[in-house]
T-cell receptor, first 112, second 111 residues
């Protein structure tokens, strides 16, 4: 069983729809990251969170430490949001960064 | 800032040849990470350095892989000898605290 599981694997949405991508993990973590990989292959860090909720523009990330679950929400989705969204957990304690364990990613396609 | 710089962007080589991938982290960052991405396995950490010192190399597949960071502004990942199963995209990332900044990747094809 993978230590980081994402769902769904693939997601197709119509422009304007509200989108949710889920991430569950089985290890203790110090932080969880959401990454976006563009169709061209570049990877961008969207969020790093260890508790609660963070918002950046139309993107919202939440985490529930007790349930070992995080969600990434996209409001008013747009075709330019089409990308692979990757969840990664940092299992190093003490606040130090280090070894990220990645989910397999969720491929999002937003149709106009 | 130019971001994380990787070279080459594409590399095609034949089985058995030595391959060297290069990375220049963002100035001032103290941690550097090498990742490999394949369709089958997704993203995997190979090795990471903190203040130029290798901290965790448990992800390095085997002795054919080696990584160095001789100074704060340069790192190499070497594969010798290369094999077709090494074909992948290799990413380098750097960070100062928690957020990692990824380079554009090197697409390696071993024939």
């Amino acid at each position: 069983k993978n230590e980081v599981e994402q769902s769904p694997q693939n997601l197709t949405a119509q422009e304007g729809e509200f989108i949710t991508i889920n991430c569950s993990y089985s290890v203790g973590i110090s932080a969880l990251h959401w990454l976006q990989q563009h169709p061209g292959g570049g990877i961008v860090s969207l969020f790093m969170l260890s508790s609660g909720k963070k918002k950046h523009g139309r993107l919202i990330a939440t985490i529930n430490i007790q349930e070992k679950h995080s969600s990434l929400h996209i409001t008013a989705s747009h075709p330019r949001d089409s990308a692979v969204y990757i969840c990664a957990v940092d299992s190093n304690y003490g606040g130090s960064q280090g070894n990220l364990i990645f989910g397999k990613g969720t491929k999002l396609s937003v149709k106009p | 800032d130019a971001g994380v710089i990787q070279s080459p962007r594409h590399e095609v080589t034949e089985m058995g040849q030595e391959v060297t991938l290069r990375c220049k982290p963002i100035s001032g960052h103290n941690s550097l990470f090498w990742y490999r991405q394949t369709m089958m396995r997704g993203l995997e950490l190979l090795i990471y350095f903190n203040n130029n010192v290798p901290i965790d190399d448990s992800g390095m597949p085997e002795d054919r892989f080696s990584a160095k960071m001789p100074n704060a502004s340069f790192s190499t990942l070497k594969i010798q000898p290369s094999e077709p199963r090494d074909s992948a995209v290799y990413f380098c990332a750097s960070s100062l605290r928690y957020t990692q900044y990824f380079g554009p990747g090197t697409r390696l094809t071993v024939l």
